[in-house]
C-alpha cells in the first residue's frame, strides 16, 4: 500500500488545481480521473483541462446515459479540445445478461441492480484504472450518508489504488458558484431535479425535502444505494 501519510504531508494546504498537480508530478502517466458529467465532475475536468494537468480523465459509458449527459461530454470535448476517454461494457456479459433477464431486470432485485452495474460499470472501471496508481474522484461528503465517513484521500483495497478526492469538503453552493465562474459547460438535467445523474431508467428527479440521492435506484432502500464504484475503502487517513 502507498505511504498516504507523505502524500498528505505533500497535499497539505494545497488547493485542488495545485494538488491536482502535485499528484500528477508524483505519478507520471499513472493517474487517472473518472468522470460521469456531473456538476462536481465538470468542475474538475476543468480543473485539469485549463491548467493542462497531466491526468487521463475517462468515462463509463454503460449504454443506458440520458441525451444531456451525452451532449455536456461532447461539449466538454468541444470546448477544451482534450480527449475523454470512454470504457464500455463487455459485449459477451452484457448480452448474456440482457438475454437471461431482459433490458431492465435491474427493477426486480437489489443482486439483479448490482449485477447490472457490474457488468455496465464495474468490470468497465477495472479496465480503466489497470496500471494506474491514483485515481481522482469527484466524491463530496454531504452527497449520501454512505460517504460521511470517508476522507479525501484513501486506500481503496479492491482496486489496489490511492484515491483523491479533490473537493471533498465542497458544498453544493461551491460548486455551483465554480461553474458559474468558469462558464463550465454542465448537464441541464441539474437544473430540472437531478442532482444526482446516472443512467437513465435508475435516475430520476429529487422531490422538495428528498435526500441529494434520492433519485437513484429509488425503488431501493436508501442505505442500499451505492453501486460499487467507491463502496470499498480502506485504511482511510482522516484530514
Same mark, same amino acid.
Request: negative net charge.
Given at each position: 500500500?502507498?505511504?498516504?501519510?507523505?502524500?498528505?504531508?505533500?497535499?497539505?494546504?494545497?488547493d485542488?488545481?495545485?494538488?491536482?498537480?502535485?499528484?500528477a =508530478?508524483?505519478?507520471?502517466?499513472?493517474?487517472v480521473?473518472?468522470?460521469?458529467?456531473?456538476?462536481?465532475?465538470?468542475?474538475?475536468?476543468?480543473?485539469?483541462?485549463?491548467?493542462?494537468?497531466?491526468?487521463?480523465?475517462?468515462?463509463l459509458?454503460?449504454?443506458?446515459?440520458?441525451?444531456?449527459?451525452?451532449?455536456?461530454?461532447?461539449?466538454?470535448?468541444?470546448?477544451?479540445?482534450?480527449?475523454?476517454?470512454?470504457?464500455?461494457?463487455?459485449?459477451?456479459?452484457l448480452?448474456?445478461?440482457?438475454?437471461?433477464? =431482459?433490458?431492465?431486470?435491474?427493477?426486480?432485485?437489489?443482486?439483479?441492480?448490482?449485477?447490472?452495474? =457490474?457488468?455496465r460499470?464495474?468490470?468497465?472501471?477495472?479496465?480503466?484504472?489497470?496500471?494506474?496508481?491514483?485515481?481522482?474522484?469527484?466524491i463530496?461528503?454531504?452527497?449520501?450518508?454512505?460517504?460521511?465517513?470517508?476522507?479525501?484521500?484513501?486506500?481503496d483495497?479492491?482496486?489496489?489504488?490511492?484515491?483523491?478526492?479533490?473537493?471533498?469538503?465542497?458544498?453544493?453552493?461551491?460548486?455551483?458558484?465554480y461553474?458559474?465562474?468558469?462558464?463550465?459547460?454542465?448537464?441541464?438535467?441539474?437544473?430540472?431535479g437531478?442532482?444526482s445523474?446516472?443512467?437513465?431508467?435508475?435516475?430520476?428527479?429529487?422531490?422538495p425535502?428528498?435526500?441529494?440521492?434520492?433519485?437513484?435506484?429509488?425503488?431501493?432502500?436508501?442505505?442500499?444505494?451505492?453501486?460499487?464504484?467507491?463502496?470499498?475503502?480502506?485504511?482511510?487517513?482522516?484530514?
Amino acid at each position: 500500500m502507498a505511504d498516504l501519510s507523505y502524500i498528505s504531508q505533500l497535499l497539505k494546504d494545497k488547493d485542488p488545481v495545485d494538488a491536482l498537480q502535485a499528484l500528477a =508530478g508524483l505519478f507520471p502517466g499513472e493517474i487517472v480521473f473518472s468522470t460521469s458529467f456531473g456538476w462536481e465532475d465538470q468542475v474538475i475536468s476543468h480543473m485539469i483541462f485549463a491548467n493542462n494537468i497531466p491526468i487521463k480523465v475517462f468515462t463509463l459509458e454503460t449504454g443506458r446515459l440520458f441525451p444531456e449527459t451525452y451532449y455536456v461530454w461532447n461539449r466538454t470535448m468541444e470546448m477544451y479540445s482534450q480527449p475523454i476517454y470512454a470504457y464500455y461494457p463487455e459485449n459477451n456479459k452484457l448480452e448474456a445478461m440482457v438475454n437471461a433477464k =431482459g433490458p431492465n431486470s435491474f427493477y426486480e432485485s437489489v443482486a439483479n441492480r448490482k449485477e447490472c452495474c =457490474g457488468i455496465r460499470k464495474i468490470e468497465p472501471l477495472h479496465r480503466a484504472l489497470k496500471g494506474n496508481q491514483c485515481w481522482i474522484t469527484g466524491i463530496r461528503a454531504e452527497q449520501s450518508p454512505n460517504r460521511e465517513d470517508m476522507s479525501n484521500l484513501e486506500w481503496d483495497e479492491v482496486n489496489q489504488i490511492i484515491k483523491f478526492h479533490p473537493i471533498f469538503n465542497w458544498t453544493l453552493d461551491d460548486v455551483k458558484a465554480y461553474i458559474k465562474l468558469h462558464n463550465i459547460p454542465y448537464n441541464t438535467l441539474h437544473d430540472r431535479g437531478f442532482p444526482s445523474i446516472g443512467c437513465q431508467p435508475c435516475t430520476r428527479a429529487v422531490q422538495p425535502g428528498e435526500d441529494f440521492r434520492a433519485g437513484r435506484w429509488w425503488w431501493e432502500d436508501q442505505s442500499k444505494k451505492e453501486c460499487g464504484l467507491h463502496a470499498v475503502t480502506l485504511n482511510d487517513l482522516k484530514e
